[in-house]
């Protein structure tokens, strides 16, 4: 669920804008601004490619990885990593390609950036031991299903680096049906996100756990800033994330380039704000960002609680993505998508989005708001229109259809200390699914547990889930990413290559006949009204059989100092740091480095002490 994370935003498909003058702002050794954010919350994971238990937690990812293209604000797709991309014929195998080229860029150690990075990346997502819900989004390219499936290796994948700075992809046979640069397009707009960033595979493979247990050794930088420090806390200890500007992007010239021409602050400070007390209890964290907004000491902030920085002056845009409800269909409970049904037609959706404020706006279908239709500038929620109707009376209907009109079951939800908004939301809604005659339990998962996917939806836990609670956040702009997964075969689910005939289904563990079909005919049409008429199918089909219902859409909402400008924001409302200017920033820079000699002289005589 949405908490007051503040800078941390720079997202997915986004950060492409470079500072387009020569000068600087630099005077002798001076690095530039260190600027300070407010955070309430540190990432489960920093692999890209992974599920989120926050929506947004997965937003870190666009400081520390860079991708091939972007989607700007104006909703339009503009190259970032790549500086060229296209359609071309191969005459040889004659197979439909295309190409990205790449521009220099480098690495956070000082590696230049090549294609290998992306493709190692983007097999590994497709690999059948990979969970990652973005999987499908990469099945035009030929032989890519049967890679996941087990059924052929990485080695089949129509997917090469030709050289260091060029990746060419070939597609499925038949799916480019006409218009070769048309499909170019759409692919690279499909890439214009943060789980298809590059990654360094001799830091993945041989560091054990590298995206959850996090040593900043081993999260190597692609983007703007690399991971300095990371603090997760501890007794009446503070609890933050230090990024530093990447002296390696697009500079390609280090001796002589300019330091701050790519990106112009040296710092971004994520502070948590609150400590944890002896009980593990987090204290003040959004009563201490408030008073330090109003300060003048914070700087930025994003998807904060109304109610605490209610004087603010606050702007949003549609953040493409969701709060989901998922329903185990393997519990007899909820085998019958009646029972499911009902039990999405009895919530008031307007009620929940109360709960969530910061902008959430009632779910009207599974997919978000701000997904693209068709091209650029039209709505696929617009088009699709409200398929989520609260009618009690018709919920006991189908439950009494159903002939189900009790049971005991629990809500999952990850537990948010502080705000403790997905508790409130969870019992608002078992209190409505209680009045159809259920026993409805609530149970909250602590928030920073990196293995609550793992415990409650890969069965690591004693007792599967009933009901589980998550963010679905895959901000992207096609709707296939959000109906796609629960395909069979589509899911991005892991598959035991041991048994060919075996396959996860969603987690959810749905799987429809009819919809797995009209999946893979949306998956393999390249035209654009076509599949946009079988995603609405499928859609309907989702809402209509409810595996997972959708609750709310997020928005993402964002103040910003009088003092930070040149702060821009992407399509997706996520903001661009790489041109911030922070007035006075020297004076700033002076004051924290005051700030942390006093903290560490503290900290020295504490340990004297003791």
Same mark, same amino acid.
């Given at each position: 669920?949405?908490?007051?994370?503040?800078?941390?935003?720079?997202?997915?498909?986004?950060?492409?804008?470079?500072?387009?003058?020569?000068?600087?702002?630099?005077?002798?050794?001076?690095?530039?601004?260190?600027?300070?954010?407010?955070?309430?919350?540190?990432?489960?994971?920093?692999? =890209?490619?992974?599920?989120?238990?926050?929506?947004?937690?997965?937003?870190?990812?666009?400081?520390?990885?860079?991708?091939?293209?972007?989607?700007?604000?104006?909703?339009?797709?503009?190259?970032?990593?790549?500086?060229?991309?296209?359609?071309?014929?191969?005459?040889?195998?004659?197979?439909?390609?295309?190409?990205?080229?790449?521009?220099?860029?480098?690495?956070?150690?000082?590696?230049?950036?090549?294609?290998?990075?992306?493709?190692?990346?983007?097999?590994?997502?497709?690999?059948?031991?990979?969970?990652?819900?973005?999987?499908?989004?990469?099945?035009?390219?030929?032989?890519?299903?049967?890679?996941?499936?087990?059924?052929?290796?990485?080695?089949?994948?129509?997917?090469?680096?030709?050289?260091?700075?060029?990746?060419?992809?070939?597609?499925?046979?038949?799916?480019?049906?006409?218009?070769?640069?048309?499909?170019?397009?759409?692919?690279?707009?499909?890439?214009?996100?943060?789980?298809?960033?590059?990654?360094?595979?001799?830091?993945?493979?041989?560091?054990?756990?590298?995206?959850?247990?996090?040593?900043?050794?081993?999260?190597?930088?692609?983007?703007?800033?690399?991971?300095?420090?990371?603090?997760?806390?501890?007794?009446?200890?503070?609890?933050?994330?230090?990024?530093?500007?990447?002296?390696?992007?697009?500079?390609?010239?280090?001796?002589?380039?300019?330091?701050?021409?790519?990106?112009?602050?040296?710092?971004?400070?994520?502070?948590?704000?609150?400590?944890?007390?002896?009980?593990?209890?987090?204290?003040?964290?959004?009563?201490?960002?408030?008073?330090?907004?109003? *300060?003048?000491?914070?700087?930025?902030?994003?998807?904060?609680?109304?109610?605490?920085?209610?004087?603010?002056?606050?702007?949003?845009?549609?953040?493409?993505?969701?709060?989901?409800?998922?329903?185990?269909?393997?519990?007899?409970?909820?085998?019958?998508?009646?029972?499911?049904?009902?039990?999405?037609?009895?919530?008031?959706?307007?009620?929940?989005?109360?709960?969530?404020?910061?902008?959430?706006?009632?779910?009207?279908?599974?997919?978000?708001?701000?997904?693209?239709?068709?091209?650029?500038?039209?709505?696929?929620?617009?088009?699709?229109?409200?398929?989520?109707?609260?009618?009690?009376?018709?919920?006991?209907?189908?439950?009494?259809?159903?002939?189900?009109?009790?049971?005991?079951?629990?809500?999952?939800?990850?537990?948010?200390?502080?705000?403790?908004?997905?508790?409130?939301?969870?019992?608002?809604? *078992?209190?409505?699914?209680?009045?159809?005659?259920?026993?409805?339990?609530?149970?909250?998962?602590?928030?920073?547990?990196?293995?609550?996917?793992?415990?409650?939806?890969?069965?690591?836990?004693?007792?599967?889930?009933?009901?589980?609670?998550?963010?679905?956040?895959?901000?992207?702009?096609?709707?296939?990413?959000?109906?796609?997964?629960?395909?069979?075969?589509?899911?991005?689910?892991?598959?035991?290559?041991?048994?060919?005939?075996?396959?996860?289904?969603?987690?959810?563990?749905?799987?429809?006949?009819?919809?797995?079909?009209?999946?893979?005919?949306?998956?393999?049409?390249?035209?654009?009204?076509?599949? *946009?008429?079988?995603?609405?199918?499928?859609?309907?089909?989702?809402?209509?059989?409810? =595996?997972?219902?959708?609750?709310?859409?997020?928005?993402?909402?964002?103040?910003?100092?009088?003092?930070?400008?040149?702060?821009?924001?992407?399509?997706?409302?996520? =903001?661009?740091?790489?041109?911030?200017?922070?007035?006075?920033?020297?004076?700033?820079?002076?004051?924290?480095?005051?700030?942390?000699?006093?903290?560490?002289?503290?900290?020295?005589?504490?340990?004297?002490?003791?």
């Amino acid at each position: 669920m949405r908490k007051v994370l503040c800078l941390l935003l720079i997202s997915c498909m986004l950060l492409g804008t470079l500072v387009a003058c020569n000068r600087t702002t630099l005077e002798g050794e001076e690095k530039g601004a260190m600027i300070k954010m407010g955070v309430a919350t540190l990432p489960n994971t920093f692999d =890209p490619s992974a599920y989120s238990v926050d929506a947004d937690t997965s937003k870190v990812y666009s400081l520390v990885y860079s991708t091939l293209t972007a989607i700007n604000g104006e909703g339009e797709l503009e190259g970032y990593v790549a500086d060229e991309w296209g359609y071309f014929y191969d005459d040889i195998y004659l197979e439909d390609k295309m190409y990205f080229t790449l521009e220099e860029t480098g690495w956070s150690d000082g590696r230049a950036l090549s294609a290998d990075d992306f493709v190692y990346a983007w097999k590994r997502i497709l690999s059948p031991d990979n969970n990652s819900p973005y999987a499908a989004l990469l099945y035009c390219i030929k032989n890519a299903k049967n890679v996941k499936n087990g059924d052929m290796t990485s080695d089949d994948l129509g997917l090469v680096a030709a050289d260091d700075k060029r990746i060419e992809v070939t597609f499925e046979d038949g799916y480019v049906n006409k218009n070769g640069d048309e499909v170019a397009a759409q692919f690279a707009e499909a890439v214009a996100n943060v789980a298809f960033a590059p990654l360094r595979e001799d830091k993945v493979e041989n560091a054990e756990e590298w995206s959850t247990k996090v040593n900043v050794s081993d999260i190597l930088s692609c983007g703007p800033f690399f991971l300095r420090s990371y603090n997760v806390g501890g007794k009446d200890s503070e609890r933050y994330m230090e990024f530093e500007r990447n002296k390696h992007f697009f500079r390609n010239d280090e001796e002589n380039d300019i330091l701050d021409k790519a990106v112009v602050p040296h710092k971004i400070i994520c502070e948590l704000n609150g400590s944890v007390n002896a009980n593990g209890e987090e204290v003040g964290s959004l009563e201490q960002l408030a008073a330090d907004y109003k *300060a003048g000491n914070v700087y930025y902030l994003a998807e904060f609680n109304p109610n605490t920085y209610g004087s603010a002056s606050v702007s949003s845009k549609d953040a493409l993505a969701s709060y989901v409800y998922y329903f185990n269909t393997e519990n007899k409970l909820f085998e019958s998508k009646e029972v499911r049904k009902a039990l999405s037609m009895a919530i008031d959706r307007n009620e929940i989005a109360k709960i969530v404020g910061c902008g959430a706006t009632a779910a009207t279908g599974f997919v978000p708001n701000g997904v693209f239709n068709t091209t650029s500038g039209s709505s696929f929620r617009s088009k699709g229109g409200n398929l989520y109707k609260t009618d009690v009376e018709g919920a006991k209907a189908l439950l009494k259809q159903a002939k189900v009109t009790s049971g005991s079951f629990t809500i999952s939800y990850v537990e948010e200390k502080e705000s403790g908004v997905n508790k409130a939301v969870a019992e608002y809604v *078992a209190s409505v699914w209680s009045g159809l005659g259920f026993d409805v339990k609530v149970k909250g998962e602590a928030q920073d547990n990196a293995y609550y996917l793992q415990s409650l939806i890969y069965g690591t836990s004693n007792k599967p889930f009933d009901v589980l609670a998550m963010d679905l956040s895959l901000s992207s702009t096609n709707a296939l990413a959000y109906l796609a997964p629960f395909a069979s075969g589509f899911s991005g689910g892991s598959v035991d290559i041991r048994d060919e005939a075996f396959v996860d289904a969603h987690l959810t563990h749905y799987n429809s006949e009819e919809y797995n079909t009209l999946a893979e005919q949306a998956v393999y049409t390249s035209d654009r009204n076509k599949k *946009a008429e079988l995603l609405h199918k499928l859609e309907n089909l989702l809402v209509e059989d409810s =595996p997972a219902i959708a609750l709310v859409f997020y928005k993402n909402s964002y103040a910003v100092s009088s003092k930070l400008s040149d702060v821009e924001h992407y399509y997706n409302g996520a =903001p661009n740091f790489n041109k911030a200017e922070l007035e006075g920033w020297r004076d700033i820079n002076k004051k924290i480095e005051q700030e942390e000699e006093a903290k560490n002289a503290a900290a020295q005589q504490q340990a004297q002490g003791e």
